[in-house]
């Protein structure tokens, strides 16, 4: 049976400019390595924290929530600041665009980098990508028990309610948001998602707001075909907004 562990966050020290990277629901840092590593390459500390049950079994997956995913956000940031990080910019891919959005809302962020936000989805919606998620799993597990989807879903009602209204109320205060911000969205992925960044780019109150889609790239655009053309464009926004001090 595969034995599952939650991943270690990734933490790359460089200057004094500090990147908070966060991944995607159901997924892991992986989402996020490539690009943290790049940034770091270019002068950048990236800070890219696991949230709470992401890695493991789905059972203990379950057992967590978006107040559970936003607390480890908050932490995260916490971190940065209390290790003496005074500027900090954030990217956030899916679920970790929710999250960055969330905290461009309510603390001083330098610039945010929101890709494949979602916006009003639906709790079936959600389900379809815990769905997969599950049979990922359960296909590591030795098991020639078939997965019960109507248990599943009964057992995740709590958690796909939560995220529901968490991504609601999220991008119902946007308006809050006043940083600089760049919102990105993959061709390949379902339309809903170009509405999203439109969406966020009408209601955003940022003077500095750049929306640009990527015709290679699906859902987790870090790991897309567009990738190093995405990689160059958040380290070109970061470098005009959330500049490296000499």
């Not at 840092?29 to 002068?43: E, S, Y």
């Not at 059972?59 to 956000?73: K, N, R, S, V």
């Amino acid at each position: 049976m595969l034995k599952l562990r939650q991943p270690k966050p990734l933490f790359l020290k460089a200057s004094q400019q500090a990147v908070l990277l966060l991944h995607a629901y159901t997924s892991t840092i992986q989402d996020m390595k490539a690009l943290a590593k790049f940034l770091h390459q270019h002068g950048y500390t990236c800070y890219a924290p696991s949230y709470a049950g992401h890695g493991l079994t789905i059972d203990e997956f379950l057992d967590y929530t978006t107040a559970d995913w936003w607390q480890d956000t908050y932490n995260a940031y916490q971190l940065l600041e209390n290790q003496g990080y005074k500027h900090i910019a954030v990217i956030g891919v899916s679920l970790g665009a929710i999250l960055s959005l969330k905290l461009t809302e309510h603390f001083p962020i330098d610039a945010c980098i929101s890709m494949s936000a979602p916006q009003d989805r639906s709790v079936n919606d959600l389900f379809k990508r815990l769905e997969h998620y599950a049979e990922y799993l359960h296909q590591f597990q030795n098991s020639n028990v078939e997965l019960d989807l109507k248990s599943l879903e009964n057992k995740a009602a709590i958690q796909l309610q939560a995220f529901h209204e968490f991504v609601a109320a999220t991008i119902s205060n946007v308006s809050l948001i006043r940083a600089p911000i760049f919102l990105l969205y993959g061709e390949l992925d379902d339309a809903h998602y170009q509405s999203s960044a439109q969406t966020i780019y009408n209601y955003v109150k940022s003077t500095e707001k750049k929306i640009k889609s990527y015709p290679n790239t699906g859902h987790l655009m870090t790991l897309g075909k567009d990738q190093t053309q995405l990689f160059s464009d958040i380290l070109d926004f970061l470098d005009q907004h959330h500049p490296i001090q000499p």
